[in-house]
């Protein structure tokens, strides 16, 4: 009976192991992801002294077109303020400017 026990352990064992492998190799969610990371993805931009100057920098971004959005948050210690943005580049300035010419 011991034998019989041992080898349905194993058995359960690859099996779980074939279906982890299988799920962590589909491209299906590979692909999506590369797809949604430049637009969706948040980035460290800067550190700053404080929330203000952080706050001053973020707003400078969205206006030149930097970034779309930002964020303060608390940095990795408490002596400083990290700036994180998403989104932006060229194509948030065409979308902006996109309009009809003065004239």
């Not at 993805?41 to 970034?67: F, N, Q």
């Not at 400083?80 to 004239?103: D, E, H, I, K, Q």
């Amino acid at each position: 009976m011991r034998p019989t026990r041992i080898r349905t352990a194993i058995a359960l064992g690859l099996s779980a192991g074939a279906v982890m492998w299988t799920a962590a190799a589909s491209p299906a969610t590979a692909s999506s992801h590369a797809a949604t990371t430049a637009e969706t993805d948040w980035r460290e931009a800067g550190h700053y002294d404080t929330t203000a100057a952080c706050k001053r920098a973020g707003k400078a971004g969205v206006e030149r077109h930097k970034w779309a959005e930002y964020k303060c948050r608390p940095g990795r210690n408490d002596n400083y303020v990290t700036l994180w943005v998403r989104g932006g580049g060229s194509g948030a300035a065409r979308a902006l400017t996109a309009g009809p010419a003065a004239g």
